[in-house]
């Protein structure tokens, strides 16, 4: 059977490509094997990042165990919790599509048989997945793995508690000292952050989707466990390329329909809605914000992992992971069975036979945490295209909630005003020109709704953004409204003091000015320039598309 690497390999004229080969140590023998490209993240940044040669090594004996050939390479990953709060976020978002061009770009200029990505954290897991579904050669995931969670007296704690704990020691409910010791606890081993966040979810969402094996989003960084899993990815992957398998045949609708059942389940970040349109757009899967809203009424939300309850992932882990998590919404009926996942077996086969071993982490159906899905979709006069809310995380006394807005142009300004104390009860803290275009690179606004829980403000304080939030965010914050402020969007018309209303039921979010007055402040409305203008951002802000659809970039 011809193979896709024959090109670069096979015959005569491929006697100096080999000759390339064999300068690296290749042998003919493992030339005449399926060619496997590794895209290792490995950097000494990211926590979830610094023990994948570990892992690739893994990955590689299985490879090499099912009678493949491992060829490895690097790309970038953004720590998005090291950097929030300044220049460094403009990058994180963007970096999204530097990794899926550069995953691309390897494996095109190399034209390889198949492909194993080793992501953890933030934009580098769903970057990886869009280069899968884009380059559709057969492919396979295996992250970094879920950090353990953090000790402090006597409590499960993690990243989220540091930032809250900032908030805590500026409005004088805690010390120095304790901040100190906070931050020494929160993060205690490698792996992406232990609540369910961002990267958390989209690695928990892969195994559903399919690209990945069960375990993938559950097994602790750390544990023996996860080399294991990599040593299986690694074999996976040579039958998979045996088999003709790739990321589009798994990666349907239907599958991305089952990952948006389990995400509501779980509670998951906000930003699993962006990602997940981004990788749908990528296999060409007509995915939008109205499959997420007519999901959220269907689904219960099962779990209660930090920001929003007491659990982490190991606790998932325990409980038995996302195939128990499947059964158990196995009566909605909402579950497609037929999706075939990398396994070898469908994703039904996968998970018929699990059972959950912590009822207080994965809930009955009967008895869940929330009675809707973790996430909605917010729409009105401020966000037409969309909007979205961790609903989950939302005091019930906050769903029906008419505050006053407090306008802030960037994400710094409204910072300081926090930590300076001039955000009151009662108040909307509206932070704009943060879009994909705007910002540019849609910056997580963790700092100032941590800043706004740890003050003790998040059950009388909304906060809404045409940027987004790291998943450890909670309370009434709206993200990704669309459209953006820089391209016109209404956001952008607010005025200090404005009345803007919710109603988190009914899925609503509307400015309360009359339309009189909004048309007299468009005629004068002149949207602000990209807060960068040279280096790559610039080209960015040009070309991203809206956050409704994923943010992803326009030709």
């Given at each position: 059977?011809?193979?896709?690497?024959?090109?670069?390999?096979?015959?005569?004229?491929?006697?100096?490509?080999r000759s390339l080969f064999k300068a690296d140590g290749y042998t003919d023998i493992e030339l005449n094997r399926p060619i496997i490209a590794i895209a290792n993240s490995y950097n000494t940044i990211v926590p979830g990042h610094v023990h994948m040669q570990q892992l690739v090594e893994a990955v590689k004996y299985g490879i090499y165990m099912a009678g493949g050939t491992p060829i490895e390479f690097n790309v970038i990953g953004v720590d998005d919790g090291i950097a929030m709060g300044h220049l460094g976020m403009h990058y994180s978002l963007p970096s999204r599509e530097l990794i899926a061009d550069s995953v691309e770009t390897m494996v095109n200029a190399h034209p390889v048989d198949g492909l194993v990505i080793l992501?953890?954290?933030?934009?580098?897991?769903?970057?990886?997945?869009?280069?899968?579904?884009?380059?559709?050669?057969?492919?396979?995931?295996?992250?970094?793995?879920?950090?353990?969670?953090?000790?402090?007296?006597?409590?499960?704690?993690?990243?989220?508690?540091?930032?809250?704990?900032?908030?805590?020691?500026?409005?004088?409910?805690?010390?120095?000292?304790?901040?100190?010791?906070?931050?020494?606890?929160?993060?205690?081993?490698?792996?992406?952050?232990?609540?369910?966040?961002?990267?958390?979810?989209?690695?928990?969402?892969?195994?559903?989707?399919?690209?990945?094996?069960?375990?993938?989003?559950?097994?602790?960084?750390?544990?023996?466990?996860?080399?294991?899993?990599?040593?299986?990815?690694?074999?996976?992957?040579?039958?998979?390329?045996?088999?003709?398998?790739?990321?589009?045949?798994?990666?349907?609708?239907?599958?991305?329909?089952?990952?948006?059942?389990?995400?509501?389940?779980?509670?998951?970040?906000?930003?699993?809605?962006?990602?997940?349109?981004?990788?749908?757009?990528?296999?060409?899967?007509?995915?939008?914000?109205?499959?997420?809203?007519?999901?959220?009424?269907?689904?219960?939300?099962?779990?209660?992992?930090?920001?929003?309850?007491?659990?982490?992932?190991?606790?998932?882990?325990?409980?038995?992971?996302?195939?128990?998590?499947?059964?158990?919404?196995?009566?909605?009926?909402?579950?497609?069975?037929?999706?075939?996942?990398?396994?070898?077996?469908?994703?039904?086969?996968?998970?018929?036979?699990?059972?959950?071993?912590?009822?207080?982490?994965?809930?009955?159906?009967?008895?869940?945490?929330?009675?809707?899905?973790?996430?909605?979709?917010?729409?009105?006069?401020?966000?037409?295209?969309?909007?979205?809310?961790?609903?989950?995380?939302?005091?019930?006394?906050?769903?029906?909630?008419?505050?006053?807005?407090?306008?802030?142009?960037?994400?710094?300004?409204?910072?300081?005003?926090?930590?300076?104390?001039?955000?009151?009860?009662?108040?909307?803290?509206?932070?704009?020109?943060?879009?994909?275009?705007?910002?540019?690179?849609?910056?997580?606004?963790?700092?100032?709704?941590?800043?706004?829980?740890?003050?003790?403000?998040?059950?009388?304080?909304?906060?809404?953004?045409?940027?987004?939030?790291?998943?450890?965010?909670?309370?009434?914050?709206?993200?990704?409204?669309?459209?953006?402020?820089?391209?016109?969007?209404?956001?952008?018309?607010?005025?200090?003091?404005?009345?803007?209303?919710?109603?988190?039921?009914?899925?609503?979010?509307?400015?309360?000015?009359?339309?009189?007055?909004?048309?007299?402040?468009?005629?004068?409305?002149?949207?602000?320039?990209?807060?960068?203008?040279?280096?790559?951002?610039?080209?960015?802000?040009?070309?991203?598309?809206?956050?409704?659809?994923?943010?992803?970039?326009?030709?």
């Open positions: 059977m011809a193979r896709r690497s024959d090109i670069m390999i096979k015959g005569p004229q491929r006697a100096p490509h992501p953890a954290c933030d934009k580098i897991v769903p970057g990886m997945m869009m280069a899968a579904a884009r380059v559709n050669i057969p492919a396979i995931m295996i992250s970094g793995g879920p950090m353990l969670a953090g000790r402090f007296s006597g409590t499960d704690i993690d990243l989220a508690q540091v930032f809250e704990a900032v908030g805590k020691y500026v409005n004088g409910e805690i010390t120095e000292e304790e901040l100190r010791a906070v931050e020494e606890a929160g993060c205690p081993s490698c792996g992406s952050c232990s609540g369910m966040y961002s990267a958390n979810s989209i690695n928990c969402i892969s195994e559903v989707l399919g690209l990945s094996l069960p375990g993938n989003g559950t097994i602790p960084a750390p544990m023996a466990a996860r080399v294991r899993l990599a040593k299986l990815a690694g074999m996976k992957i040579v039958e998979l390329v045996e088999k003709g398998i790739k990321p589009r045949d798994i990666m349907t609708k239907e599958a991305f329909l089952n990952a948006i059942v389990a995400d509501m389940a779980m509670g998951c970040s906000t930003n699993t809605v962006l990602h997940l349109l981004a990788i749908a757009n990528e296999a060409e899967v007509d995915l939008t914000l109205d499959d997420f809203d007519k999901l959220t009424d269907k689904v219960p939300d099962l779990c209660a992992f930090s920001p929003v309850g007491p659990y982490h992932l190991q606790d998932l882990d325990e409980a038995g992971g996302m195939m128990a998590l499947l059964n158990r919404l196995e009566p909605l009926g909402l579950l497609n069975h037929d999706c075939i996942t990398v396994s070898g077996k469908t994703i039904y086969e996968n998970y018929k036979n699990a059972r959950v071993y912590r009822d207080e982490v994965i809930r009955p159906l009967d008895k869940p945490y929330f009675p809707r899905g973790g996430l909605t979709i917010l729409k009105g006069n401020l966000a037409p295209d969309g909007a979205v809310l961790k609903q989950s995380g939302v005091d019930v006394s906050m769903n029906k909630f008419v505050g006053r807005a407090r306008v802030f142009d960037s994400e710094e300004e409204a910072l300081k005003a926090i930590f300076a104390k001039d955000i009151h009860k009662g108040d909307v803290v509206v932070i704009r020109y943060e879009g994909p275009a705007g910002g540019p690179g849609m910056k997580e606004m963790l700092q100032p709704t941590s800043a706004i829980a740890g003050m003790g403000l998040d059950k009388d304080v909304a906060l809404i953004t045409d940027g987004r939030f790291s998943g450890a965010t909670r309370g009434l914050s709206v993200g990704h409204i669309a459209p953006e402020a820089a391209r016109g969007g209404l956001i952008g018309l607010i005025e200090e003091g404005d009345k803007i209303e919710f109603d988190v039921e009914n899925k609503t979010m509307n400015l309360l000015v009359d339309e009189k007055t909004i048309e007299q402040r468009r005629k004068n409305f002149k949207p602000k320039p990209p807060k960068i203008t040279k280096g790559w951002l610039a080209r960015y802000a040009k070309m991203v598309g809206s956050a409704a659809k994923g943010a992803v970039l326009e030709y």
